[in-house]
Each structure stands twice: as C-alpha cells, then as structure tokens.
C-alpha cells in the first residue's frame, strides 16, 4: 500500500488561521470591516493573491461575507464549526464516560469559575429563575423536562463565562456526551441530587466565589459521572 503525501501547510492556510484567531480573540468583532487587503500583504508579507484566496476561504467557513465595493465584514463566529476537529477526534476515539465527564470536570468547574468573577445581574436573575423553574420540574417528578432545562442551565453558565473557546469546548463535548447517553431515563435520587448541586453551584456564583463555584461543580460533575457508570454498567454504550 502506498504511502499517502501529506502536505504542508501553504500560506494562504497560515494566513486564513492567523485571521481566524485574531477575530476569535476578538480583535475583530461582529460587523466590522476588516483592514484593506494592502493591510495583510504587509502584515503577513504575502500577495494580495493569497490575501484574496484566504478571504474567499473564511467566506466559504462563514466567518466574514464580502461585499463588492465595500469591503470584508466579519459575520457572527460559529464556535462549534471551528472546534469541529475536536467533536470528530472524541467521536472517533470512542472515549468511555470516565474520559468523558473528566474532560467535562475541568472545562465546566472552569466556567462556573468565570461565571462568577464575569456574570452581570441580569444573567445572575437567569440562572436563578431556572433553578426554580427546576425546582416546580422536580415537584412534579417530570425528568425529561428536568434533563431539558438541566442542559439549559449548563449552557447557560458556560455562556455567562465569557470564555468563548471554553464555552465552545463544552458544547463539542455535550453534542457527544447526548449521542451516547439517553437522558431521560433518570431517577428522581439522580435528579434530587442533580437538582441540590444547582443550588449550590447557583448561589456561588450569585455570591461571586469562585472558589466555591469551582469546587460545587466540580462535586456536581463527580456525582453525575458516578451516577451514570453506576446505570450503564451492565450496558453496551
């Protein structure tokens, strides 16, 4: 079998990941035009053929749209297209629940973290309305509707983070989590628990202690990586 030529990267890929990162980073935000194409051929010390062959490229991820006579604009970033190659490396690695849910320890004991330090009082009120949103769901022994809006709450605080790449890095690792694991067989002990970690983690953050929102999601996701070993068991994943 021959060996397949795996080619390096040329400049227009450099150029296109270098543009890429600056508006992840936000050096570029949403709506603005970016610099002329001169701009980048001084910057990156490349041809305007390259510069225009790397817009094309961004334009087809639809990171920037071009608009003739006017110039490149950046679009909204879709985080999850740019952490695609994690989601197909997990897919492809076929990782337990263990390898799973620590991956999941570190980013969302990490966004809990930031939620605190970064959340404004609207969000706070959010968070907060959803716990009793959870709370009228556990009353009524409703565990679909409890794994729904559990989903939303752990969104939610990844997004108050203001940690756009850790936010992406918790969606990658949720999308595959939900393949793999149905969610509305759970019982009303697992959705108590769950339900008491909220409350904590919640009041944490409203509280703005980082180190206790670290540390009550960190609690959180040890009890439900135990809790779901324990009811797959004797399951083929």
């Known amino acids: 079998m021959a060996k397949k030529e795996i080619k390096s990267k040329t400049k227009c890929d450099i150029v296109v990941e270098e543009i890429l990162g600056m508006i992840i980073q936000g050096e570029y935000v949403e709506g603005e035009k970016l610099p002329p194409e001169q701009y980048f051929v001084e910057t990156f010390g490349v041809s305007r ?14 990171v920037v749209s071009i608009c003739q006579g006017k110039g490149t604009f950046v ?8 952490m695609q190659p994690l989601f197909s490396a997990i897919v492809v690695d076929n990782l337990s629940i263990e390898q ?11 966004t809990a973290c930031l ?17 009793k949103n959870m709370e009228r769901v556990v009353a009524k022994k409703d565990t679909v509707h409890f794994s729904e809006l559990d989903i939303i709450l752990h969104k939610t605080i990844a997004r108050i983070s ?39 983690i919640c009041r944490a953050i409203r509280e703005r202690d980082e180190k206790a929102a670290r540390e009550k999601m960190e609690t959180h996701i040890e009890l439900t990586k135990r809790n779901l070993i324990a009811y ?6």
Do not use: C, P, W
């Open 75 to 82: 679009k909204k970033v879709d985080l999850g297209l740019v």
């Open 162 to 200: 203001r940690n756009h790449i850790m936010q992406a890095t918790y969606q990658t690792l949720e999308d595959v989590i939900g393949k793999y694991i149905v969610r509305n067989n759970l019982s009303m002990k697992i959705v108590e628990d769950s339900h008491e970690s909220h409350i904590k």
């Open 232 to 237: 797959y068991k004797d399951k083929d994943l």
């Open 49 to 62: 053929v390259t510069i225009r062959e790397a817009f094309k490229r961004l334009n087809m991820l639809g």
């Open 100 to 110: 799973l849910y620590d991956a999941r320890l570190y980013v969302e004991s990490g």
């Open 115 to 131: 939620a605190a330090r970064n959340a404004q009082e609207e969000e706070m009120l959010e968070l907060e309305e959803l716990v």
